[in-house]
């Protein structure tokens, strides 16, 4: 059987929920790094050791149904910035991972945390691209120097859209034949944080949540919210904003309207369930986007979704079967959806059915997605 390591800095949601559908199929080590909060909800103060088996960290035991606890290591992780600290570190996590001498490693970014085992098993090494492009206002220097780095000696590379295939090979000059691709499917995690019976809200309820940056498109929803209000035709309609970061317009008008409320901080996964459990509809009116945890994140509630022509968001998104795909920058097309939903709840019901079937048992279920990822490793390890 396939021996991998799975070394991953974030994206913890979607991570533990593909290392499941592997797990049957190769014999299979995760690595994850407690830094921040809000990548993996796992706090690094309460670690004693540099790396902690995953029996011994409690954040990590709820997940036992999900991933190996005996397989998985948490790492006391360093800020980016502490560069010397950073590398050192690197060594120390490259010496475990060569006792356990994997056949193959999956990374699922390019920072330093994994920089030295990376650059070892350069010709074995599928390194996941969860943003092909930077988002508006998100090229930051460092990422985008990392990112030229680690495309300099690793190969082969996994997209989790289609959309932006052939852009990537043309813009970053990449082998066709190197290349793969996979998908997103549902933040099964969530799901152990909140359950149906959990919801609270009695009102149409429409939620934006997650990070707040300028790519996000949070001022088309507002905007759309306030016009709907001041319509005074739909009463029992409320809007939820949700999420830390910076918005980049004055957000203070938007405080005077009682049925919106802006929860401008982390969301933290127990209250997040709740959210999305109290929504009626779930909306992501991005400028540009790659793929979307948020999207996954509410069909694993079942909950239809709202989002714009970008990026692989209609790749995720069948449109009039799981949600809605309208045009970006428009505050009148988000209005339409929202009327749409609200004056047709037998649609809402027929997409939360259609969400079900094809993300938890077809063709977008996570065993769809290991097995493109399967494939990928097995097409790796036979060029070698």
């Given at each position: 059987?396939?021996?991998?390591?799975?070394?991953?800095?974030?994206?913890?949601?979607?991570?533990?929920?593909?290392?499941?559908?592997?797990?049957?199929?190769?014999?299979?080590?995760?690595?994850?790094?407690?830094?921040?909060?809000?990548?993996?909800?796992?706090?690094?103060?309460?670690?004693?050791?540099?790396?902690?088996?995953?029996?011994?960290?409690?954040?990590?035991?709820?997940?036992?149904?999900?991933?190996?606890?005996?397989?998985?290591?948490?790492?006391?992780?360093?800020?980016?910035?502490?560069?010397?600290?950073?590398?050192?570190?690197?060594?120390?996590?490259?010496?475990?991972?060569?006792?356990?001498?994997?056949?193959?490693?999956?990374?699922?970014?390019?920072?330093?945390?994994?920089?030295?085992?990376?650059?070892?098993?350069?010709?074995k090494s599928l390194?996941?691209?969860?943003?092909?492009?930077?988002?508006?206002?998100?090229?930051?220097?460092?990422?985008?120097?990392?990112?030229?780095?680690?495309?300099?000696?690793?190969?082969?590379?996994?997209?989790?859209?289609?959309?932006?295939?052939?852009?990537?090979?043309?813009?970053?000059?990449?082998?066709?034949?190197?290349?793969?691709?996979?998908?997103?499917?549902?933040?099964?995690?969530?799901?152990?944080?909140?359950?149906?019976?959990?919801?609270?809200?009695?009102?149409?309820?429409?939620?934006?949540?997650?990070?707040?940056?300028?790519?996000?498109?949070?001022?088309?929803?507002?905007?759309?919210?306030?016009?709907?209000?001041?319509?005074?035709?739909?009463?029992?309609?409320?809007?939820?904003?949700?999420?830390?970061?910076?918005?980049?317009?004055?957000?203070?008008?938007?405080?005077?309207?009682?049925?919106?409320?802006?929860?401008?901080?982390?969301?933290?996964?127990?209250?997040?369930?709740?959210?999305?459990?109290?929504?009626?509809?779930?909306?992501?009116?991005?400028?540009?986007?790659?793929?979307?945890?948020?999207?996954?994140?509410?069909?694993?509630?079942?909950?239809?979704?709202?989002?714009?022509?970008?990026?692989?968001?209609?790749?995720?998104?069948?449109?009039?079967?799981?949600?809605?795909?309208?045009?970006?920058?428009?505050?009148?097309?988000?209005?339409q959806a929202i009327?749409?939903?609200?004056?047709?709840?037998?649609i809402l019901q027929?997409?939360?059915?259609?969400?079900?079937?094809?993300?938890?048992?077809?063709?977008?279920?996570?065993?769809?997605?290991?097995?493109?990822?399967?494939?990928?490793?097995?097409?790796?390890?036979?060029?070698?």
């Open positions: 059987m396939m021996k991998v390591a799975f070394l991953s800095t974030f994206a913890f949601d979607a991570n533990i929920s593909l290392i499941n559908a592997l797990k049957n199929k190769c014999d299979i080590y995760f690595f994850t790094e407690a830094l921040y909060e809000i990548d993996n909800y796992l706090d690094k103060n309460k670690l004693s050791k540099f790396i902690s088996n995953g029996n011994e960290v409690e954040e990590i035991k709820r997940f036992s149904k999900l991933i190996p606890l005996e397989k998985t290591y948490v790492i006391k992780g360093t800020r980016q910035n502490n560069i010397v600290k950073k590398i050192y570190n690197s060594y120390r996590i490259n010496k475990k991972i060569k006792e356990i001498n994997p056949d193959i490693i999956i990374l699922d970014s390019h920072l330093i945390t994994y920089f030295l085992t990376a650059f070892n098993y350069r010709k390194l996941i691209i969860h943003d092909p492009f930077f988002h508006s206002g998100e090229n930051f220097k460092v990422d985008i120097f990392l990112r030229k780095l680690y495309f300099s000696f690793l190969g082969y590379k996994m997209l989790l859209n289609e959309n932006q295939k052939n852009d990537f090979i043309k813009h970053y000059r990449q082998n066709p034949n190197k290349v793969f691709t996979s998908f997103l499917s549902i933040y099964e995690y969530l799901t152990l944080y909140g359950k149906k019976e959990d919801k609270t809200n009695k009102d149409f309820n429409v939620l934006f949540f997650g990070r707040i940056s300028p790519y996000k498109g949070v001022k088309f929803f507002l905007d759309a919210c306030v016009e709907i209000i001041q319509s005074e035709k739909y009463p029992n309609i409320s809007f939820t904003v949700a999420g830390s970061g910076n918005f980049d317009f004055d957000v203070t008008k938007y405080y005077n309207y009682p049925q919106i409320k802006i929860l401008n901080k982390f969301i933290q996964p127990t209250e997040l369930s709740r959210l999305i459990l109290d929504s009626a509809v779930v909306i992501c009116p991005y400028i540009d986007a790659t793929q979307s945890g948020v999207i996954m994140s509410c069909f694993a509630f079942k909950k239809p979704v709202i989002a714009t022509n970008v990026g692989g968001l209609p790749e995720m998104i069948e449109n009039n079967k799981t949600g809605l795909i309208i045009e970006p920058k428009s505050t009148e097309q988000i209005k009327f749409k939903l609200y004056e047709n709840p037998q027929e997409m939360s059915e259609n969400i079900s079937m094809k993300y938890f048992y077809g063709e977008k279920s996570w065993m769809r997605s290991a097995e493109y990822f399967l494939d990928a490793m097995k097409s790796i390890l036979n060029k070698r």
